[in-house]
């Protein structure tokens, strides 16, 4: 059983930056392909990005490409999600996931989940 914990959400400025971090524990890190989704008010949960397990492949749904970047580092059990120019729009709870599988965009191909961080971009 992996549990994943995020942090790092908060309020900013539209224009601003926030790098959102995930800490997995009880499992072994290494194996699993990790993924960013977001949840906005009223809207289904949507893909954000994803890292390979050794961190040499990503993933980023459109609207994100060019201002976040996906980075892990195996031997701290850790993932992160550097956002920058942030978007009113980008306002939603983040969510780490862990999966066996490699690049994958949907919800349910993921096996473990954390908590969520609140990010909200103020215009």
């Known amino acids: 059983q992996v549990q994943l914990v995020e942090s790092g959400g908060g309020l900013v400025q539209a224009g601003g930056s926030l790098r959102l971090s995930c800490v997995a524990s009880g499992g072994t890190f290494s194996r699993y392909s990790m993924g960013w989704f977001r949840q906005a008010p009223g809207k289904a949960r949507e893909f954000v990005a994803a890292?390979?397990?050794?961190?040499?492949?990503?993933w980023y749904t459109e609207s994100v490409k060019g201002r976040f970047t996906s980075s892990r580092e195996n031997a701290k059990n850790m993932v992160d999600l550097q956002m920058i120019n942030l978007k009113p729009e980008d306002t939603a709870v983040y969510y780490c996931?862990?999966?066996?599988?490699?690049?994958?965009?949907?919800?349910?191909?993921?096996?473990?989940w954390g908590q969520g961080t609140q990010v909200t971009v103020s215009a």
């Open positions: 890292i390979s397990s050794n961190g040499e492949m990503t």
């Open positions: 996931a862990a999966s066996t599988q490699e690049g994958l965009h949907l919800t349910y191909d993921y096996d473990y």
